[in-house]
């Protein structure tokens, strides 16, 4: 069964600091991977959708990373504002059909 | 993309009562899923919800428990039956075009079982 694991479960980090958070899964065999962004009490907000045979993908400042090969997934977000201050979520999918298995996620706070 | 509206957005029940949320897409899709997401924790897929056939729970998860009607490719619903406290989460629905597209989810259901 895929395994979801994220690092670190919280970080804090003054404002303009580029912002590292990873991602692991035990299985390779994975379709994609996706990352989401979760406000408090709210919905998922997908972020970036990387593709099983791509290694990288980016959107304005973020970009994330793919290594099926290690299993690890990584998001960069550059420059970092307050208004990224939101929990940080990773899913990896199996099959094409969408069946996510998520981590625990990373709550990231940015302070003025 | 695909926008999805979830109702209630929240909503506190006796124990022993049952819940129906609605999921409502604004475009066909072939899958939808079902989350929960406890208290401080990540979200888990309670079922897989295809129109035209029944749903596919995950382990852990029980028709009985959580019933799930597709009656087309734009709607489903999830009941949450005979509730107790520990049925309190955040239940969201989800959407996938498939051939490994952008998942997207409604803004989820907050339930509070007292």
């Known amino acids: 069964k895929q395994e979801v694991t994220q690092i670190p479960a919280a970080l804090s980090v003054p404002e303009g600091e580029n912002l590292v958070l990873n991602c692991s899964f035990t299985d390779s065999a994975i379709y994609n991977l996706q990352w989401f962004r979760q406000d408090p009490g709210k919905g998922l907000t997908s972020l970036l959708l990387?593709?099983?045979?791509?290694r990288e993908q980016t959107s304005g400042r973020l970009n994330a990373s793919l290594d099926k090969s290690s299993g690890r997934s990584t998001l960069y977000i550059a420059a970092s504002q307050p208004g990224d201050s939101a929990t940080y979520l990773c899913a990896a999918s199996t099959d094409s059909w969408g069946k996510l298995q998520f981590g625990a996620g990373t709550q990231v706070v940015v302070t003025p | 993309s695909a926008v999805i509206s979830q109702k209630p957005s929240r909503d506190i029940c006796q124990r022993g009562t049952s819940l129906t949320i609605q999921c409502q897409v604004d475009s066909q899709v072939t899958m939808m899923f079902w989350y929960r997401q406890q208290p401080g924790q990540s979200l888990t897929l309670i079922a897989t919800a295809n129109q035209g056939s029944e749903a596919t729970y995950e382990s852990g998860f029980v028709i009985d428990k959580f019933p799930i009607s597709r009656p087309n490719l734009t709607f489903s619903t999830l009941t949450v039956s005979n509730m107790s406290p520990e049925d309190s989460s955040i239940y969201l629905c989800?959407?996938?075009?498939?051939?490994?597209?952008?998942?997207?989810f409604g803004q989820g259901t907050r339930l509070t079982v007292v």
């Open positions: 989800s959407v996938d075009q498939g051939g490994g597209t952008e998942a997207f």
């Open positions: 990387i593709q099983s045979s791509q």
